[in-house]
Protein backbone atom coordinates (compact mmCIF):
# COMPACT_ATOMS: atom_id res chain seq x y z
CA UNK A 1 0.00 0.00 0.00
CA UNK A 2 1.25 3.54 -1.21
CA UNK A 3 0.13 6.73 0.62
CA UNK A 4 1.16 9.94 -0.63
CA UNK A 5 1.20 12.74 1.19
CA UNK A 6 1.15 16.07 -0.72
CA UNK A 7 1.33 19.71 0.31
CA UNK A 8 3.28 22.42 -0.54
CA UNK A 9 6.77 23.26 1.19
CA UNK A 10 6.53 23.75 4.91
CA UNK A 11 3.00 22.25 5.44
CA UNK A 12 4.44 19.46 7.28
CA UNK A 13 4.83 16.43 5.76
CA UNK A 14 8.16 15.82 7.08
CA UNK A 15 7.07 15.81 10.07
CA UNK A 16 3.66 13.73 9.32
CA UNK A 17 5.02 11.53 7.24
CA UNK A 18 7.62 10.33 10.33
CA UNK A 19 4.74 9.98 12.71
CA UNK A 20 2.30 8.00 10.28
CA UNK A 21 5.42 5.30 9.16
CA UNK A 22 5.21 4.65 12.81
CA UNK A 23 1.67 4.31 13.65
CA UNK A 24 1.29 2.53 10.22
CA UNK A 25 4.44 0.66 10.21
CA UNK A 26 4.80 1.65 7.18
CA UNK A 27 8.29 2.67 5.13
CA UNK A 28 8.87 6.13 4.73
CA UNK A 29 10.44 7.85 1.59
CA UNK A 30 11.69 11.17 1.27
CA UNK A 31 13.16 12.21 -1.80
CA UNK A 32 14.37 15.67 0.31
CA UNK A 33 16.09 13.53 2.96
CA UNK A 34 17.28 11.10 0.02
CA UNK A 35 19.02 14.08 -2.08
CA UNK A 36 20.55 15.77 1.24
CA UNK A 37 22.19 12.43 2.63
CA UNK A 38 23.46 12.03 -1.14
CA UNK A 39 24.55 15.34 -1.44
CA UNK A 40 26.81 14.88 2.43
CA UNK A 41 27.94 12.13 1.39
CA UNK A 42 28.79 13.28 -1.97
CA UNK A 43 27.32 10.24 -4.13
CA UNK A 44 27.39 10.80 -7.65
CA UNK A 45 23.64 11.46 -7.25
CA UNK A 46 24.13 14.24 -4.57
CA UNK A 47 26.75 15.75 -6.90
CA UNK A 48 24.18 16.73 -9.52
CA UNK A 49 21.63 17.33 -6.76
CA UNK A 50 23.55 19.79 -4.76
CA UNK A 51 23.06 22.95 -6.83
CA UNK A 52 19.31 22.27 -7.71
CA UNK A 53 18.33 21.58 -3.91
CA UNK A 54 20.50 25.07 -2.49
CA UNK A 55 18.57 27.14 -5.63
CA UNK A 56 15.21 25.60 -4.79
CA UNK A 57 14.78 23.95 -7.83
CA UNK A 58 13.51 20.62 -8.65
CA UNK A 59 16.06 17.94 -9.35
CA UNK A 60 15.86 16.30 -12.92
CA UNK A 61 12.77 13.80 -12.74
CA UNK A 62 14.83 11.26 -14.34
CA UNK A 63 17.27 11.63 -11.46
CA UNK A 64 14.05 11.52 -9.18
CA UNK A 65 13.05 8.34 -10.70
CA UNK A 66 16.30 6.86 -10.50
CA UNK A 67 16.32 7.56 -6.59
CA UNK A 68 12.97 6.51 -6.09
CA UNK A 69 13.26 3.10 -8.28
CA UNK A 70 16.48 1.89 -5.96
CA UNK A 71 14.27 2.48 -2.51
CA UNK A 72 10.76 1.33 -3.40
CA UNK A 73 12.26 -2.56 -4.65
CA UNK A 74 13.65 -2.31 -1.29
CA UNK A 75 11.80 -5.20 1.22
CA UNK A 76 11.21 -2.83 4.25
CA UNK A 77 8.79 -0.91 1.97
CA UNK A 78 7.15 -3.55 0.19
CA UNK A 79 3.93 -3.80 3.26
CA UNK A 80 3.42 -0.19 2.54
CA UNK A 81 5.14 2.98 2.61
CA UNK A 82 4.31 6.95 2.60
CA UNK A 83 5.91 8.58 -0.05
CA UNK A 84 7.11 12.34 1.06
CA UNK A 85 8.05 15.16 -1.52
CA UNK A 86 7.36 12.91 -4.70
CA UNK A 87 5.83 12.72 -7.08
CA UNK A 88 6.20 16.77 -7.72
CA UNK A 89 5.77 17.03 -11.43
CA UNK A 90 3.28 14.91 -14.19
CA UNK A 91 6.33 13.12 -15.31
CA UNK A 92 7.11 11.91 -11.93
CA UNK A 93 3.70 10.75 -11.36
CA UNK A 94 3.41 8.84 -14.70
CA UNK A 95 7.09 7.11 -13.86
CA UNK A 96 5.65 6.15 -10.27
CA UNK A 97 2.49 4.69 -11.93
CA UNK A 98 4.92 2.53 -14.26
CA UNK A 99 7.38 1.76 -11.13
CA UNK A 100 4.30 0.60 -9.46
CA UNK A 101 2.76 -1.34 -11.86
CA UNK A 102 5.90 -3.50 -12.33
CA UNK A 103 5.85 -4.28 -8.64
CA UNK A 104 2.07 -4.87 -8.38
CA UNK A 105 1.48 -2.48 -5.79
CA UNK A 106 -0.80 0.39 -6.01
CA UNK A 107 -1.69 4.23 -4.47
CA UNK A 108 -3.70 4.01 -2.35
CA UNK A 109 -4.83 7.64 -1.25
CA UNK A 110 -3.42 10.81 -1.25
CA UNK A 111 -3.63 13.06 1.47
CA UNK A 112 -3.41 16.39 0.40
CA UNK A 113 -2.80 18.73 3.53
CA UNK A 114 -3.62 22.64 3.34
CA UNK A 115 -2.33 25.44 4.87
CA UNK A 116 -2.48 29.23 4.23
CA UNK A 117 0.28 30.74 2.14
CA UNK A 118 1.36 33.37 5.19
CA UNK A 119 1.29 30.61 7.34
CA UNK A 120 4.07 28.66 5.49
CA UNK A 121 6.22 31.14 4.98
CA UNK A 122 5.83 31.88 8.60
CA UNK A 123 6.73 28.08 9.43
CA UNK A 124 9.74 27.89 6.76
CA UNK A 125 11.31 30.43 8.08
CA UNK A 126 11.30 29.11 11.79
CA UNK A 127 12.64 25.95 10.57
CA UNK A 128 15.76 27.51 9.54
CA UNK A 129 17.44 24.71 6.56
CA UNK A 130 19.96 26.11 4.46
CA UNK A 131 17.60 26.36 1.58
CA UNK A 132 14.79 28.31 3.86
CA UNK A 133 16.03 31.57 2.73
CA UNK A 134 13.04 34.12 1.82
CA UNK A 135 13.91 34.28 -1.83
CA UNK A 136 14.60 30.60 -2.37
CA UNK A 137 11.06 29.81 -0.25
CA UNK A 138 9.27 32.18 -2.88
CA UNK A 139 11.07 30.36 -5.69
CA UNK A 140 9.80 27.04 -4.49
CA UNK A 141 6.42 28.01 -3.91
CA UNK A 142 6.45 28.75 -7.36
CA UNK A 143 7.44 25.47 -8.29
CA UNK A 144 4.93 23.94 -5.96
CA UNK A 145 2.09 26.19 -7.38
CA UNK A 146 3.17 25.61 -11.24
CA UNK A 147 4.53 22.08 -11.46
CA UNK A 148 2.72 20.09 -8.33
CA UNK A 149 -0.38 21.19 -7.80
CA UNK A 150 -1.93 20.42 -11.03
CA UNK A 151 -1.53 16.97 -9.79
CA UNK A 152 -4.13 17.32 -7.69
CA UNK A 153 -5.93 17.00 -10.60
CA UNK A 154 -4.92 13.76 -11.51
CA UNK A 155 -5.35 12.21 -8.36
CA UNK A 156 -8.22 13.92 -8.07
CA UNK A 157 -9.93 12.42 -11.36
CA UNK A 158 -8.74 9.03 -9.72
CA UNK A 159 -11.45 9.48 -6.51
CA UNK A 160 -8.09 8.75 -4.22
CA UNK A 161 -7.46 12.62 -2.87
CA UNK A 162 -8.03 13.32 0.51
CA UNK A 163 -7.86 16.66 1.96
CA UNK A 164 -6.85 17.64 5.34
CA UNK A 165 -6.45 21.11 6.92
CA UNK A 166 -3.05 21.81 8.23
CA UNK A 167 -3.76 23.83 10.95
CA UNK A 168 -3.46 23.33 14.42
CA UNK A 169 -1.37 21.40 16.55
CA UNK A 170 1.26 18.50 15.11
CA UNK A 171 -0.59 15.98 16.99
CA UNK A 172 -4.09 17.80 15.59
CA UNK A 173 -2.95 17.04 12.08
CA UNK A 174 -1.64 13.62 12.03
CA UNK A 175 -5.24 12.28 13.93
CA UNK A 176 -6.76 13.55 11.00
CA UNK A 177 -4.63 11.97 8.77
CA UNK A 178 -4.88 8.75 10.46
CA UNK A 179 -8.75 9.34 10.69
CA UNK A 180 -8.59 9.69 6.73
CA UNK A 181 -6.30 6.62 6.41
CA UNK A 182 -8.86 4.41 8.81
CA UNK A 183 -11.85 5.05 7.30
CA UNK A 184 -10.15 4.15 3.85
CA UNK A 185 -9.28 0.88 5.09
CA UNK A 186 -5.58 0.75 6.66
CA UNK A 187 -5.13 -0.37 9.85
CA UNK A 188 -3.56 1.33 12.52
CA UNK A 189 -0.85 -0.22 14.20
CA UNK A 190 0.28 1.86 17.00
CA UNK A 191 -2.01 4.06 19.09
P1 LIG B 1 11.92 18.75 0.48
O1 LIG B 1 12.72 18.19 1.61
O2 LIG B 1 10.81 17.83 0.04
O3 LIG B 1 11.45 20.16 0.73
O4 LIG B 1 12.92 18.84 -0.77
C1 LIG B 1 14.07 19.66 -0.73
C2 LIG B 1 14.63 19.84 -2.14
O5 LIG B 1 14.98 18.55 -2.69
C3 LIG B 1 13.65 20.44 -3.15
O6 LIG B 1 13.62 21.86 -3.10
C4 LIG B 1 14.25 19.93 -4.47
O7 LIG B 1 15.42 20.65 -4.81
C5 LIG B 1 14.68 18.52 -4.09
N1 LIG B 1 13.59 17.54 -4.29
C6 LIG B 1 12.97 16.79 -3.32
N2 LIG B 1 12.02 16.01 -3.85
C7 LIG B 1 12.02 16.25 -5.18
C8 LIG B 1 11.25 15.78 -6.27
N3 LIG B 1 10.28 14.86 -6.10
N4 LIG B 1 11.53 16.26 -7.50
C9 LIG B 1 12.51 17.16 -7.71
N5 LIG B 1 13.26 17.67 -6.72
C10 LIG B 1 13.03 17.23 -5.46
Known amino acids: MVVILFGAPGVGKGTQAEILSQKLNFGHVSTGAAFRHAIANET ?77 VKRLLARGRSDDSVEIIEYRMDVYNNETQPLLDYYASRGILFNVNGLGTVDEV ?4 LTVLRIRGIPVVAL
Open 44 to 120: PIGKIAAQYVAAGKLVPDEVVARIVEETLVRPEFSKGCILDGFPRTRVQAESLDAILLSLKREIHSVVNIKVDNSEI
Open 174 to 177: SSRI
